[in-house]
């Protein structure tokens, strides 16, 4: 036993040993550097994507608010389409063949930032596939229920400036009553409830994120 101990060269060994365990050392290091970097990455992304949905979500509030003062215009021109019809669509109509050219040309204008920052939006979910984000489509479908009411105001917009239209076909009539369901309590509402579901598929991923660094 004693001359195998003699024999071994003790240098030799204790450098190969030292050796292997830098090599292990610097094998841990890179995992951790590599899941610390995916983590940054994916904070990152959810904090660009957040500011972005709530930079929209602010963005809609102008034409939110103008699209009450259309719905009181709406109201205030009932029975001025022809005597005998004293219905929210007559007033609808005669609305826009005073008024629609100008308003909608306002709306439009108060919805190119919304329309910009949906845009991004979208491009930031295509992107977002790729970080292996947990409940995913749960923050596809909040998001393309956010981005729905800027599509909902771009029809109002597109229906009071169409002042040239056959009001009696049948097909324009849909359309106004169509434009009609388009509600600002009922936008705010589904941005609320979105915006809720979107959060919550933020917070989830945090939790996840900083659970693992």
């Known amino acids: 036993m004693c001359a195998f101990l003699k024999s071994v060269d003790w240098l030799e060994l204790i450098q190969t040993i030292a050796a292997c365990l830098t090599v292990v050392a610097a094998f841990l290091a890179i995992n951790t550097w590599k899941h610390q970097s995916k983590a940054q990455k994916q904070t990152d992304f959810l904090d660009i994507l957040t500011d972005t949905v709530h930079e929209y979500i602010e963005a809609l509030s102008r034409p939110q608010e103008y699209l009450k003062f259309l719905r009181i215009g709406f109201e205030s021109y009932r029975g001025l389409h022809g005597s005998e019809d004293d219905s929210l669509k007559g007033g609808v109509i005669s609305y826009i063949e005073k008024n629609g050219e100008h308003d909608a040309k ?12 949906a845009s991004k939006v979208n491009a930031l979910v295509a992107r977002g596939q790729v970080y292996g984000f947990a409940e995913y489509d749960q923050c596809r479908r909040s998001v393309e229920m956010l981005l729905w009411q800027h599509q909902r105001l771009q029809v109002v917009a597109s229906m009071i400036g169409s002042t040239s239209l056959n009001w009696a076909n049948p097909m324009v009539q849909q359309s106004i009553e169509n434009m009609l369901t388009v509600q600002p309590e009922n936008v705010v509402q589904l941005l609320k409830e979105h915006d809720v579901d979107f959060i919550e598929f933020v917070n989830t991923n945090y939790k996840r994120i900083y659970a693992g660094t």
């Not at 306002?106 to 920052?117: A, I, Q």
């Open 106 to 117: 306002r709306m439009w204008k108060y919805l190119e930032p919304s329309g910009r920052l």
